[in-house]
């Protein structure tokens, strides 16, 4: 009987583990009944912030509609998005050759809307005195593949910073955010050292820099605006004069004007066509593109300006499928004007 | 009614099939997968390498960091759990009065009783900051705190198992040793804990186990970077750690990054279900038998 107990006990321990192990795979399928409306919306940790919010004051118009919020990393939430298990794709990249194809294969037509832009923050602890500005050339040396297990101290990337452990903090691989920083800072996408925290819930990196003197880390700016009492900015000099000499600290305005480069970027929302055709999720595109340019400056990212609001309108309601970046995946320093231009065309 | 009694003999043993059934279906999906991991990363590279990046473009599939990170986590816990659980389970069974154990014993499993995410939070959220007060070197993610909070959580589970070995220990022993003139403590440390040393030792082994296999705690404040280190300051990755972090994402089935949860899955399986053995076997091994 002892020996059965025993034996019970370790299957408890491995079930649990399997429970958790498959806990993620399991989705709500399909529209819950009772006349509630269900808008299925998961994606990336980095628009997270502005669909929540769009979410909630759309709740309290629409008593009779549920918008539940996931994040699972921009990658994550297009394979969820092109198996039909979601409506909304939250993503902080355009979508990839590869998704759009899983996409196709599950006849999956959607719409790209482009609802926001934002400025990834390298953030480091309030403590740390000794970084003033980095620029992408050492940036690149700290996360770059051949860094892995060998650039461990912060003295490496500048001698006369102190001889400390240099700890990392970054987005997880499923994150759009992940793609984007490799391309602009290591100059391929999905390239990176493996050895440093890695969370698709920022969050969690918002905790391990703020409580982490020998921390650096990357996430959107609307993270680092909720949290700025906790850390502190690095501003970044991409090398290149057109963008200011100096290196530029992030803000709503360099991001608005162009010149923090390399680490702005359009974040946008994925509408799965056949989901557009119901009213609700059709009331809920309209009321993001109108009352969430609002909620966008709230949260703390930068908004499009009325005109890219509109054009974003038009596309959503002429149903206009497909995405305008051909090549797809991450793109490295269109500026707002520049992604307008493209909407416009 | 012979019938009846017959149907509810069937009906039991079904149930108790199940649990059967459920642990040969697990072993064999751990086993299965895991065969497919290995035919693409070497045994060797899996037990002996150094490096683990799996989920990366340059992937590398050594588990000692995660083992590392476990066997880290678990050291601290149990050197928080094991002294105060023996300890406690001498008050308990020794020195405390019938009426203070009926009030204590509860209120000490009511730790066993709360919600693992709870008790990661707690490390997250209140342990480290305190911790960090007096060790500024040590990071927001560290295993430090998620040890020892640890350690508290599986307190009752050795007081309660020593504590119920203790008491099986037969009084007579006890009064003899009062009677050459020992103390309450000499009676306890040098006769009824060593009367009681198979039950106290399988109690610490299946602590180690529930340690091992600890996921909520460490997964929240322990951090997500392996590192092969033993260093209690800085952040680590636990093998349970590790398998929550890919169950979060969303990480195609069939694909290695996948299969790797299963690898992991079945070294921790081997690993407390190796440890359940030994208690076993000792506890069977060592056994005083008092008529």
Known sequence: ?345 | MRRWEFLIERTLFACALISVFTTAGIIAVLLFESFEFFRVAPLGEFLFGTEWTPLFADAHFGVLPLVAGTLLVSAIAMAVALPMGLLSAIYLSEYASPWVRRLLKPVLEVLAGVPTVVYGYFALLFVTPLIQAAVPSLSGFNALSPGIVMGIMIVPLVSSLTEDAMRSVPNGLREASFALGATRMQTSLTVVVPAAFSGVTAAFILAISRAVGETMIVAIAAGQQPRLTLDPRVPIETMTAYIVQVSLGDTPAGTIEYRTIFAVGMLLFLGTFGLNMVSTWLRNRYREVYA
């Open chain 1, 1 to 345: 009987m002892g020996d059965l107990r025993k034996f019970a006990v370790a299957v408890v321990v491995a079930s649990a583990l399997l429970v958790a192990a498959c806990g993620g795979r399991q989705e709500q399928s399909g529209e819950s009944g009772g006349g509630t409306q269900l808008i299925r919306v998961d994606g990336s940790s980095t628009v997270f912030p502005i669909t929540e919010a769009v979410a909630e004051e759309f709740q309290k118009k629409h008593t009779n509609v549920r918008v539940t919020v996931g994040i699972s990393g921009t990658g994550g939430g297009f394979q969820k998005f092109c198996r039909g298990e979601t409506d909304v794709s939250d993503a902080s990249r355009p979508i990839k050759p590869v998704e759009v194809e899983a996409c196709r294969k599950q006849g999956i037509e959607f719409i790209e809307i482009p609802v926001a832009y934002d400025g990834l923050v390298v953030v480091v602890n309030p403590k740390n005195n000794w970084v003033d500005h980095l620029t992408v050339a050492e940036l690149k040396k700290m996360w770059a593949p051949e860094a892995q297990g060998k650039v461990t101290r912060w003295n490496q990337i500048r001698t006369s910073w102190p001889n400390r452990e240099l700890h990392l903090f970054g987005a997880g691989v499923d994150s759009g955010t992940y793609d984007y920083f490799t391309e602009a800072i290591v100059g391929k996408e999905g390239a990176s050292r493996g050895d440093f925290t890695s969370s698709e819930d920022d969050n969690v990196l918002v905790q391990g820099v703020s409580g982490d003197e020998l921390a650096l880390g990357f996430f959107g700016i609307a993270y680092y605006e909720q949290n700025r009492s906790r850390l502190k900015a690095v501003p970044i000099d991409d090398g290149k004069e057109a963008n200011g000499k100096a290196p530029v600290a992030p803000s709503v305005e360099a991001v608005k004007n162009g010149t923090y480069q390399p680490l702005s970027r359009p974040l946008f929302i994925y509408v799965s066509k056949p989901a557009a055709d119901r009213t609700h999720v059709r009331h809920f595109v309209d009321f993001y593109l109108t009352d969430g340019a609002a909620l966008v400056d709230e949260v703390g990212y930068v908004s499009l300006g009325d005109e890219g609001y509109r054009l974003a309108r038009d596309h959503f309601a002429g149903r206009v499928t497909g995405t305008v970046f051909a090549q797809g995946g991450s793109q490295v320093g269109i500026t707002i004007e520049q992604l307008l231009a493209r909407e416009r065309k």
